[in-house]
Nanobody, 121 residues
């Protein structure tokens, strides 16, 4: 069964920090690279950070140096530490495999409920 549960979002002032968590089904987590994605109002969802099963990471230019992705295999949990937050980081944040999990039929990407991050100026 596919399960992705994000938590840790909230309202924070610019320059502040938040730590997001993602609990994933073991069958997703153990064998897939994972990513944190975000979708701002009126914009397409984009991937901000990625981590492989082996722990290699990469980041979108917009978050490099400010966000850190990590995973805990024993807990099937992934994290996103977000520092130096900016108003433009405001979005709903989602976790998923990379590429995103497909369910169906008909085939479609599965997404959890996400967690809202709002950064005030």
């Amino acid at each position: 069964q596919v399960q992705l549960v994000e938590s840790g979002g909230g309202l924070v002032q610019a320059g502040g920090s938040l730590r997001l968590s993602c609990e994933a089904s073991g069958n997703i987590f153990r064998s897939n690279a994972m990513g944190w994605y975000r979708q701002a109002p009126g914009k397409q969802r984009e991937r901000g950070a990625r981590i492989t099963v082996g722990g290699s990471t990469n980041y979108a230019d917009s978050v490099t140096g400010r966000f850190t992705i990590a995973r805990d295999g024993a807990k099937n949990t992934m994290y996103l530490q977000m520092n130096s937050l900016k108003p433009e980081d405001t979005a709903v944040y989602y976790c998923n495999a990379d590429p995103p999990m497909i369910i169906g039929p008909p085939p479609r990407a599965y997404w959890g409920q996400g967690t809202q991050v709002t950064v005030s100026s």
